[in-house]
């Protein structure tokens, strides 16, 4: 591509590199300036124009572009991703319905570093994806690219991006009570929201006391596909009430504790073919906290292992809770 001033009877069909005033209207950047275009601006005063003009072996922009989302998204029903239309040199990926991102790094990695002019920037890994939620956006820099670089970037780049659907519909959450009095719904609203967000029900409410034999019971007749456990009184050891709940009732507990703050009092297991879930108390906010990240996988089908939680950590440090009976910075004398 060749960039740079040209005298503006020489300009026609060239890319105009920058937006300029005309006599009559405003001439937008990456117009490819056509003989009236000229005449307006000529009659404005200009008399140089900086352009671009593409080489044979050049792309526009707006089809390196498009060329390099389909080589990312080579299905799109079975990535479940929505590519949009090309405009000034970019294409956003948007998700088609809800569920949990996952990408290549490797594959994305690759592309970025064949040209500086090729970008790729997406959500994180596990974001969790909201109908038509942004997923990536493939802006190429110049007005153009070597159709060269845009065919390396593409190689090998396929399925780089998905959206894993959830592959469980319904959920029953099981609330412990250490008084008689009936806890506050908040716990359970809470939930549902973050349930709803990803296609769930929820089945009625489950409220049992705080005991091991009362909890297990109730973990063993749970309709829904997904348990999920919120105690009335805080877990603080794989042997208290609710992880021995779940183990008297036949299931396993995999993971107690996890490295996300807020979120430590988590643990995961499984009653039959049922994953078990108990919840920190953190849940009972919709702000997010560590078992969003472990709800999240579980609902769209990603096994989750001790070490997968363990791995959690970096990054884990969330959003202070100012409502926190001891902020953290407080905990520190």
Same mark, same amino acid.
């Given at each position: 591509?060749?960039?740079?001033?040209?005298?503006?009877k020489?300009?026609?069909g060239a890319?105009l590199?920058?937006?300029?005033?005309g006599?009559?209207?405003?001439?937008a950047?990456?117009?490819?300036?056509?003989g009236?275009?000229l005449?307006?601006?000529?009659?404005?005063?200009?008399?140089?124009?900086?352009?671009?003009r593409?080489?044979?072996?050049?792309?526009?922009?707006?089809?390196?572009?498009?060329?390099?989302?389909?080589?990312?998204?080579p299905?799109?029903?079975?990535q479940?991703?929505?590519?949009?239309?090309a405009?000034?040199?970019?294409?956003?990926?948007?998700?088609?319905? /809800?569920?949990?991102? =996952? #990408?290549? $790094?490797?594959? %994305?990695?690759?592309?970025?570093? +064949?040209?500086?002019?090729?970008?790729?920037a997406?959500?994180?890994d596990?974001?969790?994806?909201?109908?038509?939620?942004?997923l990536?956006?493939i802006k190429?820099i110049?007005?153009?690219?070597a159709a060269?670089?845009?065919?390396?970037?593409?190689?090998?780049?396929?399925?780089?991006?998905?959206?894993?659907?959830?592959v469980?519909s319904?959920?029953?959450?099981?609330?412990?009570?250490?008084?008689?009095?009936?806890?506050?719904d908040?716990?359970?609203? /809470?939930?549902?929201? =973050? #349930?709803? $967000?990803?296609? %769930?029900?929820?089945?009625?409410? +489950?409220v049992?006391?705080?005991?091991?034999?009362?909890?297990?019971?109730?973990?063993?007749?749970a309709?829904?596909?997904?348990?999920?456990?919120?105690?009335?009184?805080?877990?603080?050891?794989?042997?208290?009430?609710?992880?021995?709940?779940l183990?008297?009732?036949?299931?396993?507990?995999?993971?107690f504790?996890?490295?996300?703050?807020?979120?430590?009092?988590?643990?995961?297991?499984?009653?039959?073919?049922?994953?078990v879930?108990?919840?920190?108390?953190?849940?009972?906010?919709?702000?997010l906290?560590?078992?969003?990240?472990?709800?999240?996988? +579980?609902?769209?089908?990603?096994?989750?292992?001790?070490?997968?939680i363990?791995?959690?950590?970096?990054?884990?440090?969330?959003?202070?809770?100012p409502?926190?009976?001891?902020?953290?910075?407080?905990?520190e004398?």
């Open positions: 591509m060749r960039f740079g001033p040209v005298p503006l020489d300009a026609a890319i590199a920058h937006s300029l005033q006599a009559s209207r405003k001439i950047k990456g117009t490819v300036l056509s009236e275009d005449a307006d601006l000529s009659a404005a005063g200009h008399e140089t124009l900086t352009v671009a593409l080489d044979p072996a050049d792309m526009h922009e707006d089809a390196a572009a498009e060329a390099l989302a389909k080589a990312l998204v299905d799109p029903s079975a479940g991703i929505r590519i949009s239309g405009g000034t040199g970019r294409v956003n990926l948007y998700a088609t319905g /809800a569920g949990l991102v =996952r #990408l290549d $790094r490797d594959k %994305l990695e690759g592309v970025n570093a +064949v040209d500086p002019m090729i970008t790729v997406t959500v994180p596990y974001h969790r994806a909201d109908a038509d939620g942004m990536a956006t190429i110049s007005y153009g690219v060269d670089a845009v065919r390396r970037a593409s190689d090998g780049a396929g399925d780089a991006i998905r959206v894993l659907p959830p469980l319904s959920a029953t959450l099981i609330e412990t009570q250490v008084s008689e009095q009936t806890p506050s908040k716990g359970r609203a /809470a939930m549902a929201g =973050r #349930l709803h $967000r990803l296609g %769930l029900s929820l089945s009625p409410r +489950v049992v006391p705080h005991r091991e034999d009362a909890l297990a019971e109730a973990i063993a007749n309709p829904g596909q997904l348990v999920l456990v919120l105690t009335g009184s805080a877990t603080s050891d794989t042997h208290d009430v609710a992880p021995e709940a183990r008297s009732a036949g299931g396993t507990v995999t993971r504790g996890m490295p996300v703050d807020p979120g430590n009092l988590l643990f995961l297991g499984a009653y039959e073919d049922k994953p879930i108990g919840l920190p108390g953190c849940a009972r906010s919709p702000a906290n560590g078992a969003d990240w472990v709800l999240e996988r +579980v609902i769209c089908g990603l096994p989750v292992s001790s070490a997968d363990a791995a959690m950590g970096v990054g884990g440090l969330l959003k202070e809770i409502t926190r009976p001891m902020p953290r910075r407080d905990a004398g």
